[in-house]
């Protein structure tokens, strides 16, 4: 599982965050650990160990040119700065109570309609979600840059934790979900896993029903969701 920002120390994370702001998200920097001491108020040692540790911890990449340093961040860096990011979001925004998306139905591989029916997880949807799902998932594509953003920010928010097993055969990963009412008419959930084959613009959604046969539904069409990220809001989203 993926560290939090909780669980490292909190003197490496100013040298994280300033890897950030020159630009090791996108492309490899090339810095000094004197210049990068400098900047931070640090000395070179300090630095030198803080690069060390966050190589260790797999959240930067570093070569060695010279005697400067050419440092990117991983994806588990960036995902722990997202989430400090979106912490910070919403103690000063305060978390939404919904989100409303659109976005366009597309067939996937099939991959839902089996996860959805093992027992390990079909076990939790009903009893954590309050409802038996239909064997496959509904796959929304979204397209603006707004909601791929707010699609982003729902795994930093407290969701329904589908919790992860094993069987005699392999591993099978968590997950989160958060409930969800589908083109204003049928009650169902958005399900985020760890281990997905879709990006950041993609929703799977699961409900009690066929969703393409109750809402006459084809590949193309546009959907609406509505995703309940509140306690309060999911109790009152039938009022």
């Given at each position: 599982m993926p560290?939090?920002?909780r669980?490292?120390?909190?003197?490496i994370l100013?040298?994280?965050?300033?890897l950030?702001y020159?630009?090791?998200?996108?492309?490899?920097?090339?810095i000094s650990?004197?210049?990068?001491?400098?900047?931070?108020?640090?000395?070179?040692?300090?630095?030198?160990?803080?690069?060390?540790?966050?190589?260790?911890?797999?959240?930067?990449?570093?070569?060695?040119?010279?005697?400067?340093?050419?440092?990117?961040?991983?994806e588990?860096?960036i995902?722990?700065?997202l989430?400090?990011y979106?912490?910070?979001?919403?103690?000063?925004?305060?978390?939404p109570n919904?989100?409303?998306?659109?976005?366009?139905?597309f067939?996937?591989?099939?991959?839902g309609?089996?996860?959805?029916?093992?027992?390990?997880?079909?076990?939790?949807?009903?009893?954590?979600?309050?409802?038996?799902?239909?064997?496959g998932?509904?796959?929304?594509?979204l397209t603006?840059?707004?909601?791929?953003r707010?699609?982003?920010d729902?795994?930093?928010?407290?969701?329904?934790?589908?919790?992860g097993?094993?069987?005699?055969?392999?591993?099978?990963?968590?997950?989160?979900?958060?409930?969800?009412?589908?083109?204003?008419t049928v009650?169902?959930?958005?399900v985020?896993?760890?281990?997905?084959l879709?990006?950041?613009?993609?929703?799977e959604v699961?409900?009690?029903?066929?969703?393409?046969?109750?809402?006459?539904l084809k590949?193309?069409?546009?959907?609406?969701?509505?995703?309940?990220?509140?306690?309060?809001?999911?109790?009152?989203?039938?009022?």
């Amino acid at each position: 599982m993926p560290l939090s920002f909780r669980e490292i120390k909190s003197s490496i994370l100013p040298t994280l965050l300033e890897l950030l702001y020159l630009g090791a998200k996108n492309k490899p920097i090339e810095i000094s650990t004197f210049e990068l001491g400098k900047r931070l108020g640090k000395s070179q040692q300090s630095i030198s160990k803080h690069l060390i540790e966050l190589q260790r911890l797999g959240l930067i990449e570093v070569t060695y040119r010279k005697r400067r340093s050419v440092i990117k961040l991983t994806e588990n860096g960036i995902s722990i700065l997202l989430s400090l990011y979106a912490t910070l979001r919403e103690i000063f925004e305060e978390a939404p109570n919904v989100i409303e998306f659109t976005g366009t139905v597309f067939s996937g591989v099939g991959e839902g309609s089996y996860y959805v029916t093992i027992r390990g997880y079909r076990s939790q949807f009903i009893k954590k979600l309050g409802f038996d799902p239909y064997p496959g998932t509904l796959n929304v594509r979204l397209t603006s840059m707004l909601e791929k953003r707010q699609r982003k920010d729902l795994e930093y928010y407290n969701g329904i934790l589908i919790e992860g097993f094993n069987d005699e055969y392999r591993t099978y990963g968590g997950a989160k979900c958060f409930p969800a009412i589908i083109n204003d008419t049928v009650e169902g959930a958005i399900v985020l896993t760890k281990r997905s084959l879709y990006d950041e613009s993609v929703l799977e959604v699961i409900a009690p029903v066929n969703l393409r046969n109750r809402l006459n539904l084809k590949d193309g069409d546009k959907i609406r969701l509505k995703v309940y990220i509140s306690e309060k809001s999911i109790n009152s989203k039938s009022g």
